[in-house]
Every structure is written in C-alpha cells, then in structure tokens.
C-alpha cells in the first residue's frame, strides 16, 4: 500500500512563495499520474495541477504562471513551486497518485497567505 507524506506548507505573505513536497513509498515514477489538490474551509475539494507518466502536466486557470509541479527523481518527490502568491491560494493542499489499483491521498498540508 502505497503512502503520501506532504510537507512545506506554512504561513507566508501576498506575493511570496512555498515549495511542497510530496515524499511516497515507493519510486513516484511507478504511478500513471500524481498531483496537487487544495481544499478551503467551506469550499469543496479542487485540482491545482497534474503530471502524468510521459511528463506531460496541466493546471488550474488559477494558478497558470505562478505554479508549477515537477518531479525530483534524486529524492523521489513530487514538487509545487508556488510563487506570486495570493490570499485565495490559502488552502489545505493534498498530494494524489494514481495507479493500477486506485489512488492514494496524503493528509494534506496547510498553506496561509496572509500578511
């Protein structure tokens, strides 16, 4: 059973930026996908962005040239470099991979932009 730890999230102002980290048990390229959710208070749960097998990602119209997600084989994580950040990014982010057998959630990691 696969896990997902998520970790760099935090409190950070208008305009700054944060790198997530997702960390799995097993290599990230054996998945068929991985990505980025958020979910707010309130709201439901969202898609930021998403990598596939061959490379090939797509984005939220909200985040598009602020975000991007990446894979770092060295330390077998997935990555979100969040830059230009806004107060509605505020959010609890969630890391998803998918493969043969289904799709596995971390339990997500708290970003604040306030200032």
């Known amino acids: 059973q696969v896990q997902l730890v998520e970790s760099g999230g935090g409190l950070v102002q208008p305009g700054g930026s944060l790198r997530l980290s997702c960390a799995a048990s097993r290599s990230i390229f054996s998945f068929n996908a991985m990505g980025w959710y958020r979910q707010a208070p309130g709201k439901t749960r969202e898609l930021v962005a998403i990598?596939?097998?061959?490379?090939?990602?797509k984005y939220a119209d909200s985040v598009k040239g602020r975000f991007t997600i990446s894979r770092d084989a060295a330390k077998n994580t997935m990555i979100l470099q969040m830059n230009s950040l806004k107060p509605e990014d505020t959010a609890v982010y969630y890391c998803?991979?998918?493969?043969?057998?289904?799709?596995?959630w971390g339990q997500g990691t708290q970003v604040t932009v306030s200032s």
């Open positions: 998803n991979a998918i493969d043969i057998t289904g799709g596995s």
């Open positions: 990598i596939v097998s061959g490379s090939t990602t």
